[in-house]
């Protein structure tokens, strides 16, 4: 079967936090990662549809890198939850996610081309 997705994903297990449209605040981690989105270990009460705003927590204290971006859940599954990226806030953020991309793509090649030929995520 070939892949049909349209971004790589690579393999990473961070901490997310994740807001939900109750204003609840959620701790996480993250499975994989991809351009588009994001796959979290199971979340309790989320519901596919649903749109939350995200935090990827990389590094601790002062220092630490906070990617800012906002989603919406598509796929609930028994052990893990899909989250799509719809946005991110700010510049900053989007340049994180790339790096991080790049950084973890086991063909950090085709994830190179990827970000360059795609124009469909922005900095909001």
């Not at 549809?49 to 927590?57: A, F, I, S």
């Not at 953020?93 to 795609?118: F, K, M, Q, Y």
């Amino acid at each position: 079967m070939s892949e049909r997705r349209e971004f790589v994903r690579v393999p990473l297990r961070v901490e997310i936090q994740v807001r939900g449209e109750d204003r609840l605040t959620v701790q996480a981690r993250t499975c994989d990662l991809s351009l588009r989105g994001v796959r979290v270990a199971r979340l309790a009460d989320v519901r596919a549809g649903q749109d939350c705003e995200l935090r990827l927590l990389l590094g601790e204290g002062e220092g630490a890198v906070r990617v800012e971006i906002l989603g919406r859940v598509v796929r609930c599954g028994e052990d893990d939850v899909g989250i799509e990226f719809l946005g991110l806030h700010g510049a900053e953020s989007l340049d994180h996610l790339r790096r991080l991309v790049l950084h973890n793509a086991p063909d950090a090649r085709r994830a190179e081309e990827e970000i360059r030929g795609h124009r469909g995520l922005k900095p909001r």
